[in-house]
């Protein structure tokens, strides 16, 4: 895959030979033809690279795309004309407002005086973009892993939550249970101190004209039946 601003340095006139923006311009049909022979030049360049660039070493700060050069072993060259050489190049104040035909005849004028071939530049940018690229398939691979191990975690701990509720349900049904009890409890022996109370009441109003002794009805224990009733009563 080519990027289109490769093809911004590479011009191919009818006999393969590169033109300069200087030479006389050509017309529309051999503009278009030269466009496309020099995507299929930019081709040819990037083929010659490896698709997958190796990384040496490992990246200490994915911000840092030198970072990332260095590990996929991307040096300047000795000459120092770099993709980003060529790119501040092409944001200097003399030729950023000029024509792109202009501004590309003045980085290929330069690039020839410096005695350093477009394929270089090229190479340069081509390596750098695919070890972007390469970088970003081991970035995914390593985000697609944690996803799918915290996946994994948070299935783990959703199950331990799960058991945790249900112990937990579990106990607060028993609290429940016993607290059922304990008052069904306490209500069969207020019925028998009712009782008891009656008995000895009886035996004292023989000889009393005031009762001292208490007695009391005692109240049925609520419900989820008997509330039930009790609300649809009013």
């Given at each position: 895959?080519?990027?289109?601003?490769?093809?911004?340095?590479?011009?191919?006139?009818?006999?393969?030979?590169?033109?300069?923006?200087?030479?006389?311009?050509?017309?529309?049909?051999?503009?278009?033809?030269?466009?496309?022979?020099?995507?299929?030049?930019?081709?040819?360049?990037?083929?010659?690279?490896?698709?997958?660039?190796?990384?040496?070493?490992s990246v200490k700060n994915?911000?840092?795309?030198?970072?990332?050069?260095?590990?996929?072993?991307?040096?300047?060259?000795?000459?120092?004309?770099?993709?980003?050489?060529?790119?501040?190049?092409?944001?200097?104040?003399?030729?950023?407002?000029?024509?792109?035909?202009?501004?590309?005849?003045?980085?290929?004028?330069?690039?020839?005086?410096?005695?350093?071939?477009?394929?270089?530049?090229?190479?340069?940018?081509?390596?750098?973009?695919?070890?972007?690229?390469?970088?970003?398939?081991?970035?995914?691979?390593?985000?697609?892993?944690?996803?799918?191990?915290?996946?994994?975690?948070?299935?783990?701990?959703?199950?331990?939550?799960?058991?945790?509720?249900?112990?937990?349900?579990?106990?607060?049904?028993?609290?429940?249970?016993?607290?059922?009890?304990?008052?069904?409890?306490?209500?069969?022996?207020?019925?028998?101190?009712?009782?008891?109370?009656?008995?000895?009441?009886?035996?004292?109003?023989?000889?009393?004209?005031?009762?001292?002794?208490?007695?009391?009805?005692?109240?049925?224990?609520?419900?989820?039946?008997?509330?039930?009733?009790?609300?649809?009563?009013?």
């Amino acid at each position: 895959m080519t990027k289109k601003w490769y093809e911004l340095f590479v011009s191919v006139g009818a006999e393969g030979s590169a033109t300069e923006t200087g030479a006389a311009q050509p017309n529309a049909a051999t503009d278009a033809g030269a466009r496309r022979t020099a995507a299929q030049t930019v081709a040819e360049i990037a083929s010659q690279l490896p698709m997958e660039p190796q990384f040496t070493s490992s990246v200490k700060n994915p911000a840092s795309f030198d970072d990332i050069y260095r590990a996929a072993e991307i040096q300047t060259p000795p000459h120092g004309y770099t993709i980003y050489k060529i790119a501040e190049m092409l944001q200097s104040e003399h030729i950023r407002n000029l024509p792109a035909e202009v501004k590309r005849s003045s980085v290929l004028v330069a690039l020839d005086a410096a005695g350093v071939r477009l394929d270089e530049v090229i190479q340069d940018a081509v390596r750098r973009d695919r070890a972007l690229d390469t970088y970003e398939r081991v970035q995914q691979k390593a985000f697609e892993q944690l996803q799918e191990n915290k996946a994994k975690e948070n299935a783990g701990i959703q199950a331990d939550f799960d058991r945790y509720v249900a112990q937990q349900r579990a106990r607060m049904d028993a609290n429940n249970d016993a607290v059922a009890r304990e008052k069904e409890r306490l209500y069969g022996w207020r019925l028998n101190k009712q009782q008891e109370e009656q008995k000895i009441a009886d035996a004292v109003s023989y000889f009393t004209t005031e009762n001292p002794i208490t007695t009391s009805q005692t109240a049925a224990p609520s419900t989820p039946a008997n509330k039930a009733s009790s609300t649809s009563s009013k």
